[in-house]
Each structure stands twice: as C-alpha cells, then as structure tokens.
C-alpha cells in the first residue's frame, strides 16, 4: 500500500516538472512547436539618381595677350624722339618714336628734281611728236625715262617715312627698348604692344586628352592673384593644328573675357580645367554594387517595395571616384544595395540602415 501511494507521488511530482517546462517554452504539451521567421538582414542601399561622371584635366599656364606686336625698325639711323613709356596707350597710327632720315630726306630731294626734269622733257617732246617734228620712238623713251625718275622718287619717299615709327595696335606698351639720341639698327626691336583688353591662355593638352575638345567648349579659369575661391568663366577659342613634336602636347587657346575688367595682367598664373570627357545625368551605382556573375554577366541587388531583394542584370560603363556608370537596367528612383552584392541571394528580407552617396 506504501509503494502504490510511492508511485502516486512520483508520477505527480513528473507531471508538474513537465507543466513547467510546457510553461516556461510557451508552448502547449502536444502543440507542434512555431517557426519564428529569420531577422531582416540590415544593408546599406543607394537611390539611382543622375550624377556627372564627367572626367576633367587641370592644366596652369601664364596669361597672355591675344594679340602682341614687336614693332623693329625699318630703317638705320639716330633717334631723335620717343614718345610713350611702358604702360602708356596707343593707337594705331600714333607716331611713337622718330630715326633721323636726313640723309634719305637728301636723296629724295634730289630724286624729286630728276623726276621733275624727266617730266618736263616729256611733255616737250610730247608737243613736238604732235606737230610730227620726232618721232614715236622718241617719245616713247622719254616716258620710259619719266617713269624711271617718278618710281626713284616714290622709294626715297618710303624711305624717308621710316623715319616715323607709328603703333600698329590700340592697346598698351608692354616694353620700351629705346631711349632718345640711342643709334639702332635696320630690325632692332623698338617696343613691344599688346591689346590687354583681350586676353588668353594657350596651355599644353595631351594627344590623348585633346580629341574630345572643341572650340566654344566652357573652361573654367582660376587666377593665383584673384584667390582659390574666385572662378572666371572662360571658352576654348581655338586647338592649334599639330603637336608639338617633342612633348607630344597640343595647345589650346582659351579666352578669358572678363580678365582685363577684373585687372588680370599678362604673365598671372592661372589654372584652367578642362572636361575632356563629357557624361553629365548618368545612372551610377557606387562600384561595389556590382558584381559578375558566374557566365561573366553583370548584375546589382535591387530593393523591391517590399523590401525584399531582386537580381537585376545591368549594363556597366566607366568608373570614376568611386561611382560606376549603369548604361542599362536601372531607372532612376530604384534602391541598390551599395555593398557585397555576392553575399546576397534574390529574395532576401532586407532592413535598410544606411545610404551611400
């Protein structure tokens, strides 16, 4: 009678310890137990939106004038003025500087006399052919000589106006190399004039880099003298033909129409750059969202409304600073996943934590 009341006690004390063990599981004894579904997988995404993959080369050079003009002498001889200093402005025509031409001025004095002679000679003979006193031959010679002195005279005249150095261009005098009473040379250089109100800068591209160049294209200009945070807007002008044969460079001459207005002077340095290779409103994806497939195509993990993941096979381009170009696959507003794309299978609940870009 013991043992039975024994085993009473110990089949009690076994079901309680199992109520406590279905309690403290949560589950009810005989309930299959629950499938509890698998955390989202945090990710960090992108938004494709159009970005400018445009890549662009730096190039400094000094600035210079469009157009500057070495005027030389044309002639031999002592001057006996200069008008205007370095700085000074002037206009074309303006006499600058004066060469003593007595001696040209001599010549042309005599030649003027001869030429005189011969024309009366002439128009003597000329009266006397009319009334058939000579003869044509005669006449003839005598306008042959006329012509002789007229055409001496006109070159003793061009010479003497040597003696008149005149500006050739309305700008500044960038340099004076002559002083009064100094003797010069027939090709001595006398002065150096720019026109400053229109400047350039001709600066050195690569072969490489010059072919996506055109004239007119923009080129943004920044002047060591104006400050880093100072940008002029400037325009390619013109691509000289041929490269230079030992750097392989070719030069590019950008206009800077505001410069003279901003008191930019010649030999300022400054620092063009220039977009050598266009792509403006791309789709792009940062590079580690793309990933090759096992049959070499490409492909990234895209976010579903429902925050699930899909493969999308895309069409890559070129990769700059981080950010690959999509040519094809995407639109823009859709998510990427930013990162390791291999790790990830189509599916997937993901939890966006993070964006990229």
């Not at 027939?186 to 490489?208: K, M, P, Y």
């Not at 895209?302 to 070129?318: H, S, T």
């Not at 639109?331 to 990830?344: C, H, I, K, Q, S």
Request: proline fraction near 6%; charge should be negative; glycine fraction near 8%.
């Amino acid at each position: 009678m013991r043992l039975l009341q024994r085993r009473g006690a110990v089949m009690a004390v076994l079901l309680a310890l199992a109520a406590v063990q279905a309690g403290c599981s949560g589950e009810s004894p005989g309930v299959e137990p629950r499938r509890v579904a698998p955390p989202a997988l945090p990710v960090q995404a992108v938004e494709i939106t159009p970005r400018d993959l445009s890549r662009s080369v730096q190039v400094a050079a000094p600035v210079e004038p469009m157009r500057s003009v070495r005027l030389a002498a044309r002639t031999e001889g002592v001057l006996t003025y200069v008008g205007v200093e370095a700085g000074d402005r002037v206009t074309p025509g303006r006499v600058i500087a004066r060469i003593d031409v007595s001696e040209q001025e001599a010549e042309l004095a005599r030649s003027e006399a001869r030429e005189e002679d011969a024309r009366l000679a002439f128009e003597r003979l000329e009266r006397l052919h009319a009334t058939g006193h000579i003869d044509a031959a005669s006449r003839d010679a005598a306008r042959a000589q006329m012509r002789i002195a007229t055409a001496e005279a006109e070159l003793w005249r061009t010479r003497v106006g040597f003696g008149e150095v005149r500006a050739t261009v309305d700008g500044i005098v960038l340099a004076r190399h002559i002083e009064p009473g100094e003797a010069i040379s027939r090709h001595d250089t006398l002065f150096e004039l720019a026109d400053l109100e229109a400047l350039v800068l001709r600066i050195g591209v690569s072969e490489l880099d010059v072919r996506a160049i055109r004239a007119g294209h923009p080129v943004e200009v920044r002047v060591d003298a104006l400050g880093p945070d100072v940008a002029l807007q400037g325009e390619v002008r013109r691509i000289f033909p041929a490269a230079e044969a030992g750097s392989r460079l070719v030069t590019v001459e950008v206009s800077l129409p505001d410069a003279a207005a901003r008191g930019i002077r010649p030999g300022f340095l400054a620092r063009a750059r220039l977009v050598v290779d266009q792509r403006r409103d791309v789709l792009a994806v940062p590079a580690a969202a793309l990933a090759e497939g096992e049959n070499g195509d490409h492909y990234v993990m895209l976010i579903n409304d429902e925050e699930r993941l899909e493969r999308r096979a895309v069409e890559p381009g070129v990769t700059r600073s981080g950010w690959l170009e999509l040519r094809s696959g995407v639109r823009p507003g859709e998510r990427v996943v930013a990162t390791n794309p291999l790790d990830l299978n189509p599916g997937m609940q993901v939890r966006i934590v993070g964006w990229a870009g």
